[in-house]
């Protein structure tokens, strides 16, 4: 299991940006798959996107063109920017390892976009 501690969250207005981060505990951060996800109040958890080992890069059509996911090995930590965010982004986001059968998150962090 990795320990990952995410961090960035807070209260911004409709069309702010925020930068979450998190942070791996593994030796290993290079080879996971390393993915945010968000669960808003009453709804499932929900994929927001996702960057393998080798950069290749998934979002869910709801934030493409303004957030982007990226990763830095050398800090074993994965970023997730968010521009133009709306006040429908508002959510608990999460950050997720994965590694054939390890799977493992965060505790969440809080973002809210007011309008």
């Known amino acids: 299991q990795v320990q990952l501690v995410e961090s960035g969250g807070g209260l911004v207005q409709a069309g702010g940006s925020l930068r979450l981060s998190c942070a791996a505990s593994s030796r290993f951060f290079s080879i996971y798959t390393m993915g945010w996800y968000r669960q808003a109040p009453g709804k499932q958890r929900e994929l927001v996107a996702t960057?393998?080992?080798?950069?290749?890069?998934n979002y869910v059509d709801s934030v493409k063109g303004r957030f982007t996911i990226s990763r830095d090995d050398a800090k074993n930590t994965v970023y997730l920017q968010m521009n133009s965010l709306k006040p429908e982004d508002t959510a608990v986001y999460y950050c997720?390892?994965?590694?054939?059968?390890?799977?493992?998150w965060g505790q969440g962090t809080q973002v809210t976009v007011s309008s």
């Open positions: 960057i393998t080992s080798g950069g290749t890069t």
């Open positions: 997720n390892a994965e590694w054939r059968l390890s799977n493992s």
